[in-house]
DNA sequence: TAGTCTTATCGTATATTTGCGATATAAGAT
DNA sequence: ATCTTATATCGCAAATATACGATAAGACTA
């Protein structure tokens, strides 16, 4: 685009934005089910699973960690990913918080 | 990219990805808390409320349309828009259903 | 030390998104 | 009928995202 305007919003609605861009790929939620299934998982287990070369599984698992969803830590010539569970449930409080006010409004809708 | 591979996703994966794409940009989740603030909202009063052009706000109105997330009927010579309310829950719901099982293995983090 | 295995990064091609101005469209007002 | 007002769409430019192969980097193994 001509200029970037993402800035001029609030860092709450950057957030938030940014939270749902990570997940807004079948193959970060693919992987995200993934790691909630074993708790932890190398990147040689998900690239097995997933219809994706090992170069791309990474690129995404760098978003996922770039993003603050997961973590991961180097375990001799592996890498041991993990869910960030207090980046999701961060956002998943701030998610309730706009449906649950969303909600509370919506007994008259219009159209 | 070279070849799409996200149909080879399933579908309530793609699904999930689509819903958190179209709240991807600060834009889209400020237009969210406007029509919750009021329940319903004409396009311009939107276009008065952010900083950008009629025409970029219009096409965000289109794609959290096409996404399902916000209805529009025409009102004359406006536009009026509101939050698809079943769409947003079914979306909580199964976000919720993720996180929760999230939080079930979680016990236990390792890295 | 050389070889192997695992993962990250680089380079590149292509697709998609974002943003705007200009223009079209559609309904009400004069 | 013409003008105004509100919104949608088109066309374009620039930024990002997606995907892959090739290659680098790092750590065990023989």
Redesign the interface.
């Known amino acids: 685009m001509a200029i970037h305007?993402?800035e001029?919003?609030?860092q709450k609605?950057?957030d938030?934005?940014?939270f749902?861009?990570a997940?807004?790929?079948?193959?970060?939620?693919?992987i995200?089910?993934v790691l909630?299934?074993?708790?932890?998982c190398i990147c040689g287990e998900i690239v097995d699973l997933l219809?994706?070369a090992q170069s791309t599984v990474s690129q995404h698992l760098k978003e996922l960690k770039n993003a603050g969803l997961i973590?991961?830590?180097i375990d001799g010539p592996r890498s041991?990913?993990?869910?960030n569970?207090k980046a999701?449930e961060k956002f998943?409080s701030e998610?309730?918080f706009?449906?649950a006010?969303?909600?509370l409004?919506?007994e008259?809708?219009?159209?």
């Not at 008259?108 to 159209?111: I, L, Q, R, T």
């Open positions: 305007k993402k001029e919003f609030t609605e950057q938030l934005a940014n749902a861009k997940m807004a790929h079948p193959a970060r939620i693919a995200l089910k909630a299934q074993r708790n932890e219809p994706l973590t991961g830590t041991c990913y993990c869910i569970w999701f998943n998610f309730s706009l449906f006010h969303l909600k409004k919506n008259k809708a219009c159209c």
